[in-house]
């Protein structure tokens, strides 16, 4: 959610040896001017508050879905469990000919695994769910009574029934975006979850066992009869059929629903198109300095929805049922109300969760009151306003020396715009970006773009460092480190990743900020936005002379858990260069929904994944784009004259 100092917008700061670590966090833009008629925009209450509150009262769908776990269960425990189903008509049934009783035994059991898994799905209001379930009911009525012989089970599967029918006007929700990974993420689940109530089920019935077998005999068992097959294990009576049909019918429930999640009809995930992209510039070049993320909306892997008049737009992507805006609305301030409800509209109609992850002071006030959702504060941005940027004074002394230090070792800095260069050099630095990712994925969400050198981007701005010097250059000559930035409006530019070679000198990161910020005033830039810091005040706070123990108690566990997602250290990267800081807020319906929009979050953010292994995507992406070798054209020793955008610390000062 955050820059990545060495990789991408991850929120790594580097250590001496140039490795990171990244961690989840958010920048945030400059808030933009009040909309006419709307209330300035209060402080959030803190969120010991807001859990006071609680969460919703419970909905209908909620109650059914939760009931209709239960019934599952139900279901589950009469087709294991002999105790839990014994009764005399059941004593009866066992002595009859034919396969009823352990073909409703196993009828039961799917019933309630699959009445298990739709639970979810009934509480999220799914339309898909709610048809399912109408058919599992009556099936395992049928099996509850058939086998368990259980009157008391059946009238409360058709109690449900009969309220799941009521209430059928509650289930209108349209099906979430399909994902490739959902089939494979079932097949390991229901695997897995076939296996362990496989190994309850051949061991419930100890009296009906012949001999002692081992639990290597009886895992074997139940994967052969995952398959349909027997096993080495043999039962006395009936008890041997009931097995034989149970495992089956669990390895068939698992190779169901994993085609079913393969093949099934795909409801279209949300994307940007062609007539998407240009709309949203069009706006971006009438209202895009109010926002420092306003230029990250142009990512093709996001959905947008217009208001009715077209002059305001949400950019947003689904994970995990959590639809995720990012920053502020694009657009005029005065047409953001509509594009906000038709936001709300569309995540009704899917019973998505809303949420949305670092929108100004202003952006939360008016999500706030146009929605009824609720705002907290992630943390702060840091934005340099550059005619007050200098490397004089004290509090620049660590900046200066380590800058002075770098260029004093042959490095040179050159910043120019992605539209001045040529299309050998872009794809030289867009393999180098790639290669020098310090993760396994390409991180970013809602403050990163997810390209670089795109033709439609030339008004971004790309910072480089180099070592012409250097006697042994590397795949991509003496290029050491890039840093990219997206345009804010006219006036301004806002980081979108850092990335440089593990093999360069550290201070990379600070020579280049040093480096932008100096030649910002030549591209017409007079404000760049950094870095978003989260929970920054807290720890600012924190450290004062004074502070009580809940808020030293709360940076102490901020500082704990920087070990591994460097919160504070990146709080003091950006403060090395006296920004001012831009708070920015998380907008969410209930304390509740916080986790689950988190988790969403970090998948979206590429925290959370699943993806091919390293190795084989960069085989495949050197494949496609050759890093060329050599040095780059313009930089070797023949070659070796001033550079308009080559600055150096002693200029800066």
Same mark, same amino acid.
């Not at 917008?9 to 670590?21: E, I, L, M």
């Not at 034919?98 to 409703?104: D, E, T, V």
């Not at 019918?249 to 198109?273: D, E, K, M, Q, S």
């Not at 990163?448 to 012409?468: C, E, F, K, Q, W």
């Given at each position: 959610?955050?820059?990545?100092?060495?990789?991408?917008?991850?929120?790594?700061?580097?250590?001496?040896?140039?490795?990171?670590?990244?961690?989840?966090?958010?920048?945030?833009?400059?808030?933009?001017?009040?909309?006419?008629?709307?209330?300035?925009?209060?402080?959030?209450?803190?969120?010991?508050?807001?859990?006071?509150?609680?969460?919703?009262?419970?909905?209908?769908?909620?109650?059914?879905?939760?009931?209709?776990?239960?019934?599952?269960?139900?279901?589950?425990?009469?087709?294991?469990?002999?105790?839990?189903?014994h009764?005399?008509?059941?004593?009866?049934?066992?002595?009859?000919?034919?396969?009823?009783?352990?073909?409703?035994?196993?009828?039961?059991?799917?019933? @309630?695994? +699959? *009445?298990? %898994?739709?639970?979810?799905? =009934?509480k999220? !209001?799914? /339309?898909r769910?709610?048809? &399912?379930?109408?058919?599992?009911?009556?099936?395992?009525?049928?099996?509850?009574?058939?086998?368990?012989?259980?009157?008391? @089970?059946? +009238? *409360?599967? %058709?109690?449900?029934?009969? =309220?799941?029918? !009521?209430? /059928?006007?509650e289930?209108a &929700?349209l099906?979430?975006?399909?994902?490739?990974?959902?089939?494979?993420?079932?097949?390991?689940?229901?695997?897995?979850?076939?296996?362990? *109530?496989? %190994?309850?089920?051949?061991?419930?019935?100890?009296?009906?066992?012949?001999g002692?077998?081992?639990?290597?005999?009886?895992?074997e068992?139940?994967?052969?009869g995952?398959?349909?097959?027997?096993?080495?294990?043999?039962?006395?009576g009936?008890?041997?059929?009931?097995?034989?049909?149970?495992?089956?019918?669990?390895?068939?429930?698992?190779?169901?629903?994993?085609?079913y999640?393969?093949?099934?009809?795909?409801?279209?995930?949300?994307?940007?198109?062609?007539?998407?992209?240009?709309?949203?510039?069009?706006?971006l070049?009438?209202?895009?300095?109010?926002?420092?993320?306003?230029?990250?909306?142009?990512?093709?892997?996001?959905?947008?929805?217009?208001?009715?008049?077209?002059?305001?737009?949400?950019?947003?992507?689904?994970?995990?049922?959590?639809?995720?805006?990012?920053?502020?609305?694009?657009?005029?301030?005065?047409?953001?109300?509509?594009?906000i409800?038709?936001?709300?509209?569309?995540?009704?109609?899917?019973?998505?969760?809303p949420?949305?992850?670092?929108c100004s002071?202003t952006?939360?006030?008016?999500?706030?009151?146009?929605?009824?959702?609720?705002?907290?504060?992630?943390?702060?941005?840091?934005?340099?306003?550059?005619?007050?940027?200098?490397?004089?004074?004290?509090?620049?002394?660590?900046?200066?020396?380590?800058?002075?230090?770098?260029?004093?070792?042959?490095?040179?800095?050159?910043?120019?715009?992605?539209?001045?260069?040529?299309?050998?050099?872009?794809?030289?630095?867009?393999?180098?970006?790639?290669?020098?990712?310090?993760?396994?994925?390409?991180?970013?969400?809602?403050?990163?773009?997810?390209?670089?050198g795109?033709?439609?981007?030339?008004?971004?701005?790309?910072?480089?460092?180099?070592?012409?010097?250097?006697?042994?250059?590397?795949?991509?000559?003496?290029?050491?480190?890039?840093?990219?930035?997206?345009?804010?409006?006219?006036?301004?530019?806002?980081?979108?990743?850092?990335?440089r070679d593990?093999?360069?000198?550290?201070?990379?990161?600070?020579?280049?900020?040093?480096a932008?910020?100096?030649?910002?005033?030549?591209?017409?830039?007079?404000?760049?936005?950094?870095?978003?810091?989260?929970?920054?005040?807290?720890?600012?706070?924190?450290?004062?002379?004074?502070?009580?123990?809940?808020?030293?108690?709360?940076?102490?566990?901020?500082?704990?858990?920087?070990?591994?997602?460097?919160?504070?250290?990146?709080?003091r990267?950006?403060?090395?260069?006296?920004?001012?800081?831009?708070?920015?807020?998380?907008?969410?319906?209930?304390?509740?929904?916080?986790p689950?929009?988190?988790?969403?979050?970090?998948?979206?953010?590429?925290?959370?994944?699943?993806s091919?292994?390293?190795?084989?995507?960069?085989?495949?992406?050197?494949?496609?784009?050759?890093p060329?070798?050599?040095?780059?054209?313009?930089?070797?020793?023949?070659?070796?004259?001033?550079?308009?955008?080559?600055?150096?610390?002693?200029?800066?000062?």
């Amino acid at each position: 959610m955050s820059v990545t100092l060495d990789g991408d917008k991850s929120g790594s700061v580097p250590d001496r040896s140039g490795q990171s670590t990244g961690t989840p966090s958010n920048k945030s833009p400059k808030s933009p001017q009040h909309p006419q008629g709307s209330q300035q925009p209060q402080q959030p209450q803190s969120l010991a508050r807001r859990l006071l509150r609680g969460p919703h009262p419970e909905s209908v769908p909620w109650l059914v879905g939760t009931a209709c776990a239960f019934i599952g269960l139900v279901d589950i425990t009469a087709g294991v469990f002999p105790r839990f189903r014994h009764s005399r008509m059941h004593s009866l049934a066992e002595v009859l000919p034919g396969a009823l009783g352990p073909f409703a035994a196993a009828l039961s059991l799917s019933a @309630g695994v +699959l *009445l298990l %898994l739709l639970a979810h799905g =009934l509480k999220r !209001r799914k /339309r898909r769910a709610w048809r &399912a379930t109408v058919f599992l009911l009556p099936v395992g009525t049928v099996a509850q009574f058939g086998y368990r012989h259980s009157l008391i @089970g059946a +009238l *409360l599967s %058709l109690g449900l029934l009969a =309220l799941v029918v !009521r209430h /059928r006007g509650e289930f209108a &929700a349209l099906p979430d975006p399909r994902s490739r990974w959902r089939a494979l993420a079932n097949f390991v689940v229901m695997g897995a979850g076939s296996i362990g *109530l496989g %190994l309850v089920i051949v061991s419930v019935h100890p009296h009906r066992t012949i001999g002692n077998p081992s639990l290597s005999e009886r895992l074997e068992h139940v994967l052969y009869g995952l398959f349909g097959v027997d096993g080495p294990i043999d039962y006395r009576g009936m008890v041997s059929g009931t097995v034989g049909y149970s495992l089956g019918a669990l390895g068939l429930l698992t190779a169901l629903t994993t085609a079913y999640l393969a093949f099934r009809p795909a409801h279209p995930v949300a994307h940007l198109t062609a007539d998407d992209e240009r709309r949203l510039r069009a706006l971006l070049d009438r209202h895009g300095g109010r926002d420092s993320l306003g230029h990250f909306a142009l990512r093709r892997d996001k959905g947008v929805v217009f208001s009715p008049s077209g002059k305001a737009a949400v950019c947003y992507r689904v994970v995990s049922g959590v639809m995720l805006a990012s920053g502020d609305p694009i657009g005029d301030v005065e047409a953001w109300p509509g594009a906000i409800e038709r936001f709300m509209d569309e995540a009704k109609a899917h019973s998505w969760t809303p949420a949305v992850m670092g929108c100004s002071e202003t952006g939360g006030a008016v999500w706030t009151r146009e929605t009824g959702l609720d705002a907290l504060e992630l943390g702060d941005e840091a934005v340099v306003d550059v005619p007050d940027f200098s490397l004089r004074g004290r509090a620049m002394r660590n900046v200066r020396q380590m800058v002075t230090r770098i260029e004093r070792a042959g490095y040179v800095t050159r910043v120019r715009r992605v539209g001045d260069l040529s299309d050998d050099e872009v794809e030289r630095i867009r393999g180098a970006a790639d290669d020098w990712r310090g993760t396994d994925t390409e991180r970013g969400f809602s403050m990163a773009l997810g390209r670089i050198g795109d033709p439609a981007d030339g008004d971004s701005v790309i910072a480089t460092a180099h070592r012409p010097d250097e006697e042994a250059p590397g795949p991509y000559g003496d290029l050491k480190a890039v840093l990219h930035f997206v345009p804010w409006g006219t006036d301004g530019m806002s980081l979108d990743l850092m990335r440089r070679d593990r093999s360069a000198d550290p201070g990379m990161n600070e020579l280049l900020i040093v480096a932008a910020l100096g030649a910002a005033p030549a591209l017409g830039v007079v404000r760049v936005s950094l870095n978003f810091a989260m929970f920054r005040s807290a720890l600012a706070r924190g450290e004062r002379l004074g502070a009580g123990p809940v808020l030293r108690g709360w940076r102490g566990l901020l500082v704990f858990l920087s070990r591994w997602f460097q919160i504070e250290s990146l709080y003091r990267f950006n403060a090395k260069f006296q920004p001012r800081w831009e708070p920015r807020y998380v907008v969410f319906r209930s304390p509740g929904d916080l986790p689950r929009i988190g988790f969403a979050a970090m998948q979206a953010e590429g925290f959370v994944t699943l993806s091919l292994p390293r190795p084989l995507r960069r085989l495949g992406r050197t494949r496609r784009h050759p890093p060329g070798g050599g040095r780059t054209p313009g930089t070797g020793p023949a070659d070796r004259r001033p550079d308009p955008g080559v600055r150096t610390a002693r200029e800066m000062a």
